[in-house]
């Protein structure tokens, strides 16, 4: 990273043995005084834009009394203006949204069809906030737990009627949208016949599969660093950065104890300090898209455990983007989620009377407030998506506009001004 904008050092206490003992121990420059909140002003240099895939009210509720305890604050709620947004797609079979449909609203301003990866309902190709930027000359990037291809990235980088369609992805990031800095998982979509089994606990889904040649070879001939492991990840210098670290995603989401599994080769947090580092450099600022997909994955299996977990993650990796505002003010930074998973409540843990409609228990835990060791149970309703609105909180340039309630839509309006567009 330049001298311009040292990212204050983050030190994560990763080595728990339970998700009792889940804390985020976060070293940051000291918060300046509390006084009047300052709009800043004019179109931002840059934009970070954090995924919570999944993540409702409840999720950072229970995020907070488990991480820093009920009169703690969570990284991403610190941020001074906040609002809600609602999620519903423009789907003819259900008013519900899916992530892509979710994450098209963002990245081009229209709604569409669930599966839909920014085209429009006729399925006809959509500008996303992703080329664009690229277009007036900004560095862009993303990062993800999930696949580099999955849903929410590729709606900001690529077109296409199918989700599915994940090999077609990868070639428009090399062929069309050209993002500077990828990272994530997802190996086996950049190989013609994938390569399942590369790494422990790989899935080796299978399905469409790239019939033009070795991706990953077309992206180092296009100039990436293609990196596999945290140590290649760490030594890795120049502009353009291709980093693939799961066959698919970086967790494995199984039934709870029966082989569920959130051990990321690279942490979310390490990712995201990467990009900065890397996209800083741009003489015309970036747009940079974060994702932690685990709390929608593990909210769909009803797993409080590892959603947690992934909250953690998710935290510390909204921690590094605010070390970054913070050296640079011009920088818009945007966290949310684009939908709700798992019809959660947050429940006190000294009452287990709650019973599901079967007889058995609904509850989830108990799991600890920190600080206090009082108990909360987790109570989930469905293992699909919901319709709740969502919530998002933000600073810098623009960050205002985000009070109230707005569609999902409103994101790419916000974005789009900040950055110029």
Known sequence: ??????????????????????????????????????????????????????MGEAHRAAGRLHLVGPEGQLQMDQLPHSGSLTTDPDDPGSAITDSAAG????????????????????????????????????????????QVTDATPAAFFASTTDRALQDEIARQYLEVSRPDVVLGGGEDWWFPEGRPGAYPGGSGEEGSRSEQGDLVAMAQESGYTYVSTAEQLAAASGP?????????????????????????????????????????????????????????????????????????????????????????????????????????????????????????????????????GLPFVLDWTTGGHTGGAVPVTADGPGAERFSGQHPNTHVHEVLSTALGL
């Open 103 to 146: 994450a098209s609203a963002w990245a081009t301003g229209q709604k569409t069809y669930n599966g839909a990866v920014s085209v429009d309902v006729e399925g006809n190709p959509l500008p996303t906030i992703g080329q664009q930027a690229k277009a007036a000359g900004k560095a862009t990037g993303l990062v993800t737990s999930a």
């Open 240 to 372: 353009k950065l291709l980093g693939l670290f799961a066959n698919q995603e970086q967790f494995e989401h199984e039934p709870e104890g029966k082989g569920d599994a959130y051990s990321p080769v690279v942490d979310l947090a390490t990712m995201t300090r990467k990009a900065l580092d890397t996209l800083d450099a741009a003489p015309n600022g970036f747009f940079l898209l974060v994702e932690e997909e685990g709390v929608d994955e593990f909210a769909h299996a009803n797993n409080g455990e590892k959603m947690l977990l992934a909250m953690r993650h998710l935290d510390a990796a909204v921690a590094v983007a605010r070390a970054y505002v913070a050296e640079n003010p011009d920088t818009l930074l945007v966290v949310t989620g684009d939908h709700e998973t798992g019809g959660l409540t947050v429940e006190d843990g000294n009452d287990s009377d709650d019973e599901s409609g079967d007889g058995t228990s609904a509850e989830d835990g108990p799991f600890a407030s920190a600080g206090t």
């Open 1 to 54: 990273m330049s001298s311009r904008t040292p990212v204050r050092l983050l030190t994560l206490a990763v080595g728990v043995t339970s998700t009792a003992a889940l804390v985020v121990a976060l070293t940051t420059a000291p918060p300046a005084e509390p006084g009047p909140v300052a709009v800043a002003s004019g179109p931002a240099r840059s934009v970070i834009f954090i995924n919570g895939d999944g």
